[in-house]
Each structure stands twice: as C-alpha cells, then as structure tokens.
C-alpha cells in the first residue's frame, strides 16, 4: 500500500514595505517551487496586512498567507533556502500537519488591537 504525501503549512509573513510586484512573485516562487519539486498545492490563503506582536526589522505590519501543500521531504529544504535568502520574506514556518488536526479556518484569526499603555496606578 503506498503511503500518502505528508501535509504542510507554511505559514509566510511578507514585507509591507516591499513592492506589490516583489510580494507577488516571492508567491509565485512558492507556488512554483512546490509543483516543480514533486509537490501540490491544497490550499492557498492570503490573510492579508495583519499587525505583529513585536516588530521584526523596524516594521510593525506584514502580509499573512497560509499554503498547504504535499510533497516530498526534499521540497522542504528547497523551499526553506528559497524562502531564508528572498528579500521581502520577514518570517516563514513550516509544518507537518499530524492526521486528526481539524482543518485550517475559513478565514484569518481575527486581529486583536493592541492595549494603550495608560498612566500607571499607585
């Protein structure tokens, strides 16, 4: 019996402050890397401009997208050194999804405004 291709999230913050056309073509990058590498994409979310927790090279927003994809275990080495050296990619994370893990949302984890920092109480 063969066994099926593992799932993966990759989970992808991009650079507000790059060009549309360079966030564009990092995802088509990925895209293509994936389906050249043996791979297929199941599931391709674009989050869109979320706020982050703390700022990762001087920037306070960046560009969520969620792919889930099967492949090989090599694609996963191609992909991480794609990704590591590509201007414009703030963060990326990859993961095996384990069988019996419910499904990703429909839509992006609501975004929670941040506390203003009042005075402080004595």
Request: no cysteine.
């Amino acid at each position: 019996m063969a066994k099926s291709a593992p799932l993966y999230d990759l989970t992808l913050l991009l650079s507000t402050s790059a060009e549309d056309d360079a966030r564009a073509k990092i995802l088509a990058d990925v895209e293509s890397a994936i389906s050249s590498g043996g791979g297929a994409i199941a599931r391709n979310d674009d989050w869109g401009t979320r706020p982050m927790t703390y700022r990762i090279s001087h920037q306070r927003d960046a560009e969520y997208h969620l792919l889930q994809f099967t492949g090989p275990p090599s694609l996963l080495e191609t992909l991480s050194h794609s990704l590591r050296i590509a201007d414009g990619v703030l963060r990326f994370r990859i993961i095996k999804v384990i069988p019996g893990t419910p499904p990703a949302p429909d839509s992006a984890p609501p975004v929670i405004a941040p506390v203003a920092a009042g005075p402080s109480e004595s």
